[in-house]
């Protein structure tokens, strides 16, 4: 199927959107399953956004920016893996592994800009050291709208301007080809979890990670969701716990319990 003009820049204006949300974190509607969503309802396939998120973001959420590494931008590898499956008409897991050029495209954009953007220290230190508020916040939106117009460029080059040429690449690949992309596309979700492992398997959290197993495994559910909301008892649970401990410590430590004096 092919994008429309409109349906390029409103794609375009979700990748722009979420590119500002990503320099904050806030809301977090740069993650693959959020852009996918998204970008599902704009090609008015929700279906397809929510398949291609759920395998998108299973393979990104464990590529985490440690130190001076950059991993591949999670916010293009959801956009571009909705507007691949939707143009090309491949499964979402074939569209998932073609999405990673334009994953690693964002990864350096991203890498530039960040770079770039140390020749904006000096002005800010001038701003801040004679309270100039107003110079001081139209630096960091500038820079903000750089961003956010270069994710919304390169979206709309890839998802409308392009869409043609890269119909017609992907369609030309051989069969063995389209099904190793498949292949590779199945296997990222396994390794964007075991990277996720890495870093939250810790003995605290190894009895949780067994309940959800036992809980997938062992019992007749259709789908995932009544294990989330078990997963949100238990981390309720934890979290009242977690609130009585310091309360008890604070009376512990000879605190500020009110006894009436």
């Given at each position: ?35 996918a ?46 507007v ?42 001038r ?22 117009s ?14 043609a ?13 389209v ?83």
């Open positions: 199927m092919e994008i429309t003009l409109i349906q390029g820049i409103l794609l375009a204006v979700v990748a722009f959107i979420c590119a500002l949300d990503s320099a904050l974190e806030v809301f977090f509607w740069f993650r693959p399953m959020v852009v969503f998204f970008a599902g309802i704009v090609l008015g396939d929700i279906e397809l956004g929510c398949k291609a998120g759920a395998v998108a973001e299973l393979s990104y959420m464990g590529m985490l920016s440690v130190g001076g590494t950059v991993p591949p931008n999670p916010l293009m590898a959801g956009m571009m893996t909705v691949i499956a939707y143009t090309t008409g491949q499964g979402v897991e074939t569209a998932l592994g073609l999405s990673l050029p334009f994953a690693l495209l964002a990864q350096w954009f991203g890498i530039f800009c960040n770079s770039s953007y140390a020749m904006f220290l000096e002005p800010l230190d701003a801040a050291a004679e309270g100039d508020t107003k110079k001081y916040t139209t630096i960091i939106l500038i820079s903000w709208m750089i961003t956010g270069g994710y919304a460029l390169m979206t709309f080059l890839s998802a409308y301007a392009l869409q040429p890269i119909q017609t690449f992907v369609n030309n690949f051989p069969a063995w080809l099904h190793g992309f498949e292949v590779a596309g199945g296997l990222l979700p396994a390794v964007g979890l075991t990277l996720l492992m890495v870093v939250m398997l810790k003995k605290e959290n190894a009895a949780y990670l067994f309940l959800g197993f036992l809980m997938t495994t062992f019992t007749n559910v259709g789908n995932i969701l009544p294990v989330a909301v078990a997963g949100v008892a238990v981390a309720f649970l934890g979290y009242l716990r977690d609130e009585q401990m310091k309360k008890v410590t604070v009376v512990a430590d000879g605190g500020a319990e009110d006894d009436g004096i």
